[in-house]
């Protein structure tokens, strides 16, 4: 073992040993419930914090596994054991059509059909005959381990706190895979991640039941911890408290949730002793203040306190970059490339209508392999409609789009993405947080397989290898691969807008599709672009792209099809489009 874990192993071990040692039974219990509190924050760490989906709902799915066990160890004098399994079995199950219900919802509607289920639920399990009512259910059986009785506080605590650890670093390898990453795609809105090919309703169905998985094995432990269930701790109050927990431990990171859940604990079990003698009379108090400190956190704290600490130990041990261990891998299943000047890419008749607006009017171009085609005209013309038809963003009102022979038109940006076309953003669109590398191969999402189980349990490492070198491998083919350690937000615009082309390349496609590539950009940067993308040209790739700039696209370009008022004007080479007196007269604004 390395030195640096000699310490980290001590620690734990030390840790694992408390209840052994004279540590006071009050704090064996605070740290029993930090550890099943951290185990709901971890799930809405991934929900949440990681995939944008704000939940008040958690409380109820550990209403879920506590009532689940409780009933089949009291009523039917099942084992604890089987009342996990089952727990977790319903649950999932609740959650699955839960999810499938509430998730298509955005905004705040999600958060509030989330507060309307955990309402139902707990009014349900608090008025259900045989679930005992509000008085709940009293006598569970204690958790037996082999021939081990865990029948106190202290012998539960080795449970607990293994299941709350190994939930994180499950979490912790989820987050560090190629299902992990496009969950981290999903915070920034859905159209990077579809069109890098990511099923985002199916990931964020994904971790919507894993998170109430979560919160189901906290139940269970709850459950038998207590040896008591009783809707109250099942509250919407509780929903809310578990929330505030991610939040002020660092609602983004595996850490936090430890963090936030001890913080909040202990908090509010000290202001609970200290507020009511300060204040010489009874009452809630605590909660006042924990609101007072949840509103200054929102407000000086944002990513809550861990990212503090992090950041602290960072500036005297910065963060060690990835181990380059992919050298050798293999390489990632690639398609078969068109033939240099076969058909690629046919518009036929394309038309847009936004109501009585017709933003593209009949529009037919068409782009062969090995082609640099560029989209010009004024503001308004129709480009952008134009190009989010062709990369499956907007659907057409009429007109054909085949791509290497194949109808494309109504196809939604993920199976567009299947079929070879991969796009940038005109406002680059990645994870701030993520390296440039990570980024990079998310672009190789539809290339891989590992599932959120599998990832989790780091049978995945040889794909991720794979991943991680084609994402060098791009990233060196447009002169980019110094820069891979560095986190993606850290960039300028002109690399950002390169590192989305290496996205765009990661997924092998046969057209890229690049939206305004030079805006912003400086002319040097400018410069750099364009010789990236005759590089590109020249290894047989076609482009089509969107600009603004005449010059970028009159030095680049093979042919320029220009638009005016959604309908095509002209096509034809640069020096033909420079020509015309129709194109001048469209960007002066005079007759033509
Ligand atoms: N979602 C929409 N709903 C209604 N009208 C739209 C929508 N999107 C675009 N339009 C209209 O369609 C026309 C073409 O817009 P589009 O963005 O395609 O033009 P453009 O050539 O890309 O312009 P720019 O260079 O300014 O980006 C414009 O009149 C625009 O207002």
């Not at 079995?89 to 298509?104: K, S």
């Not at 204040?279 to 200054?296: D, P, R």
Request: charged fraction near 15%.
């Amino acid at each position: 073992m390395s030195q640096s874990k000699v310490l980290p192993a001590l620690a734990l071990l030390l840790f694992f040993l408390l209840p052994a040692l004279p540590v006071p039974e009050f704090w064996i219990t605070q740290l029993n419930y930090i550890g099943m509190f951290a185990l709901v924050a971890l799930g809405l760490v991934l929900l949440t914090g990681v995939g944008g989906l704000t939940s008040f709902g958690q409380a109820a799915f550990v209403g879920l596994g506590a009532y689940t066990t409780a009933l089949l160890s009291t009523h039917f004098g099942l084992s604890p054991w089987l009342g996990l399994l089952a727990g977790l079995a319903i649950t999932g199950a609740v959650a699955l059509v839960l999810g499938l219900l509430t998730l298509r919802m955005s905004g705040h509607y999600l958060p509030l059909a989330t507060i309307a289920w955990a309402l139902s639920l707990n009014y349900l399990i608090a008025n259900t005959e045989f679930l005992g009512k509000y008085d709940g259910l009293l006598g569970l059986p204690a958790l037996q381990l082999g021939s081990l009785p865990l029948a106190s506080g202290r012998a539960m605590f080795a449970l607990i706190w293994a299941c709350a650890l190994l939930a994180a670093l499950g979490v912790k390898h989820l987050l560090d895979s190629r299902p992990g990453r496009a969950i981290r795609a999903l915070n920034g809105g859905t159209t990077m991640a579809e069109a890098m090919g990511v099923s985002t309703f199916r990931y964020k169905l994904g971790v919507f039941v894993l998170a109430a998985l979560l919160a189901s094995m906290s139940g269970w432990l709850f459950a038998h911890f207590q040896r008591t269930v009783n809707p109250s701790p099942f509250a919407l109050k509780m929903g809310i408290e578990y929330l505030f927990m991610a939040v002020v431990g660092g609602i983004a990171t595996v850490p936090g949730a430890f963090v936030g859940a001890g913080v909040v604990k202990l908090l509010e079990d000290q202001l609970k002793e200290l507020l009511p003698r300060l204040l010489g009379s009874n009452g809630n108090f605590e909660i006042i203040v924990l609101g007072v400190v949840l509103v200054l956190m929102l407000k000086y704290a944002p990513k809550g306190l861990w990212p503090f600490v992090q950041a602290a130990w960072q500036r005297r041990h910065p963060a060690r970059v990835r181990l380059r261990d992919w050298e050798g891998a293999a390489a990632l299943p690639s398609r078969d490339k068109p033939q240099r000047g076969e058909l690629l890419l046919d518009v036929d008749r394309i038309r847009k209508q936004f109501g009585g607006l017709v933003a593209v009017n009949d529009v037919s171009f068409q782009i062969r392999a090995g082609e640099i085609i560029g989209l010009i005209g004024p503001n308004g013309a129709g480009k952008s409609t134009t190009f989010n038809l062709v990369s499956g963003v907007l659907s057409a009102t009429s007109g054909r789009v085949q791509f290497r022979g194949q109808p494309v038109a109504g196809l939604g940006s993920r199976q567009i993405a299947e079929r070879g076309m991969s796009r940038t953003f005109q406002h680059v669109k990645m994870v701030a947080d993520m390296t440039v590398l990570e980024n990079v191969a998310l672009g190789g999402h539809l290339r891989s397989r590992a599932g959120m189980v599998a990832s989790m349990l780091r049978l995945n490492a040889s794909e991720e290898r794979q991943l991680f070198a084609e994402a060098e491998a791009q990233l060196r083919r447009i002169g980019m691969a110094e820069q891979m350690h560095e986190l993606a937000g850290n960039l300028a615009l002109g690399p950002q807008r390169l590192m989305e082309i290496a996205r765009a390349l990661c997924s092998d496609p046969s057209l890229l599709l690049l939206d305004e590539p030079a805006a912003g950009l400086r002319h040097k940067e400018k410069q750099a672009l364009a010789a990236v993308l005759r590089q590109l040209q020249d290894e047989g790739l076609s482009i089509l792209l969107v600009e603004h700039d005449m010059e970028f696209v009159m030095g680049l370009t093979d042919r320029l099809v220009v638009m005016e008022f959604g309908t095509k004007l002209i096509e034809g080479t640069p020096q033909e489009v420079q020509d015309s007196p129709i194109v001048r007269a469209a960007y002066l604004g005079t007759e033509h």
